[in-house]
């Protein structure tokens, strides 16, 4: 049985900033830059450690065990997302480390993504309502100031406030829709709304419903979903690119793993569309207009960063197969859950190193544009390898990591019988391909006239890393497949 408090890893997330914190206050000079990553790094390979120690040793917390007077739940799902949110803090804050354009200011960055990280880990514990409110404005309020990171630069700002200004109104939709959801079943804890619906909810059915409704748009914010996706490519663009990795990568997982959470546990299936509530409809509505539009206005860009900001919301559009193929009486739920869990894992490392790639090109000065990575396979080859790698395994091109979660997570869709939204997902799959081979040809076949200097050690280092992951998770795939599987599969006994 587990020998440490259930909350260790994300208590390791929440110490490790304050640490950086005070250690940046106190420091007298301007030195110190090597301490503040190496307090990090550290800090987020602990939780990291400790998560993986609690989902793989016989400690007892799989199969869940509640803090808090049950307004916290410790499981499978919640180590599995923590251990997914420690390793892209791990591979953003050694990135940072040699990132010029927040030379000076590395602490205070380092506390922002530690904070919002310890955030997003109370998002996937969260087993109350009020719970998850409370953790998801832990996790938005540093985002907002880190897209706005760079004070001088007027795409940063600008992209803050609108980050902002759409979040607030998004917490307000999701806030009004748990008051709605509490009024009609007179609870916040999921397993109570989960035994009103159960039991009926009469007259107020139509409240309740209008509240699942607004919950949904709060997640559809956090995970870049269609209609709350508009924020992701002014965010991702603005601000500083390892701070779009984390955002990209870790942020939509955390939604995602609100989602799961709040309506596998709290709104089951049977009952609610017995009420007249089927929220599996809306979720396969919201999958392809996701995918279709992300995948789509991807391949209308012109500046590599952007494009990835719309991939970004192609794969949120994949991922929401995890609940649109979910059914009451379906024996597969838990394996097309937890594929969607195994993808979010893969993309944390593919999708990261490629933001991570873009900041090695803007630390050299490189154009942000399709053309301005003209030649750079020929000058910086290992990085130039690594990007092509990131690419076509979000891609989904055999034998990457992101082919065979991709695989799992289509099948997943065609075991629950939605052969048709397999087929879209495939279409979409295919189309992204033509636009990351845009960058593939201009790495690799355009010739170009950069003047280059430097190799940061740091970022090669994350880059390697991230490169690493998504490599090594093709013979490695089985067991995070059968973790996020069996991790999936307890929420629905």
């Keep these: 049985m587990v020998t440490a408090p259930p909350m260790t890893p994300t208590y390791l997330l929440g110490l490790t900033a304050l640490a950086v914190l005070l250690y940046d206050s106190l420091r007298t000079d301007d030195g110190g830059a090597g301490v503040l990553t190496g ?16 989902l793989t040793a016989d400690t007892g917390l799989v199969a869940g065990m509640s803090e808090f007077s049950g307004a916290v739940v410790v499981d499978g799902m919640s180590l599995f997302f923590t251990a997914l949110f420690a390793a892209v803090t791990v591979l953003v804050t050694l990135g940072a480390h040699d990132y010029d354009p927040i030379d000076g200011k590395r602490g205070e960055l380092y506390g922002l993504v530690l904070l919002a990280a310890t955030g997003m880990s109370v998002m996937a514990s969260a087993n109350s309502l009020a719970t998850a409110f409370v953790a998801l404005e832990l996790a938005s309020l540093p985002s907002y100031a ?34 709605l959801v509490y009024a009609a079943t007179g609870s916040l804890l999921l397993p109570d709304i989960a035994a009103a619906f159960e039991s009926g909810l009469g007259e107020r059915t139509g409240i309740a419903g209008v509240g699942v409704l607004m919950i949904a748009g709060g997640v559809a914010y956090k995970t870049a979903s269609v209609p709350f996706h508009f924020w992701a490519p002014e965010a991702y663009e603005g601000a500083p690119a390892p701070v779009s990795a984390f955002l990209s990568s870790a942020s939509k997982a955390a939604g995602f793993a609100l989602a799961f959470r709040v309506f596998v546990v709290g709104f089951p299936l049977g009952a609610a569309t017995s009420a007249g509530i089927d929220w599996a409809l809306l979720f396969q509505i919201l999958a392809v207009a996701t995918m279709v539009l992300g995948n789509f206005a991807a391949a209308t860009q012109d500046k590599v960063k952007r494009m990835l900001a719309y991939s970004s919301i192609g794969h949120a559009g994949y991922v929401l197969i995890g609940l649109a193929a979910l059914s009451a009486e379906a024996s597969t739920n838990g394996d097309v859950m937890g594929a969607a869990m195994a993808h979010l894992f893969v993309y944390g490392f593919m999708n990261t190193g490629a933001f991570l790639f873009v900041a090695l090109a803007e630390n050299w000065g490189v154009g942000r544009r399709f053309e301005d990575y003209n030649g750079l396979g020929a000058e910086k080859p290992f990085a130039a390898v690594a990007m092509t790698a990131f690419l076509f395994s979000l891609a989904g091109v055999p034998p990457l990591g992101g082919f065979f979660s991709k695989l799992f997570l289509f099948a997943g869709a065609v075991d629950a019988g939605l052969w048709w939204l397999a087929v879209i997902a495939v279409i979409n799959s295919s189309l992204s391909l033509y636009y990351y081979s845009r960058v593939v ?46 991790a999936a599969t307890a929420l629905f006994a």
């Design 39 to 54: 307090i990090s790094v550290v800090g987020a390979l602990a939780s990291l450690g400790t998560a993986g120690w609690f």
């Design 146 to 179: 880190l897209v706005a990171f760079l004070k001088q630069d007027r795409g940063s700002t600008e992209a803050g406030l609108k980050y902002f200004l759409i979040g607030a109104l998004s917490s307000a939709i999701f806030v009004f829709g748990i008051s």
């Design 441 to 486: 040809r201009a790495l690799w076949f355009e010739e170009g006239d950069h003047d280059l200097s430097g190799a940061p050690t740091a970022l090669y280092a994350a880059l390697a890393i991230a490169l690493v992951g998504t490599v090594v998770l093709l013979p490695g795939f089985g067991p995070v497949i059968e973790t996020a599987q069996e």
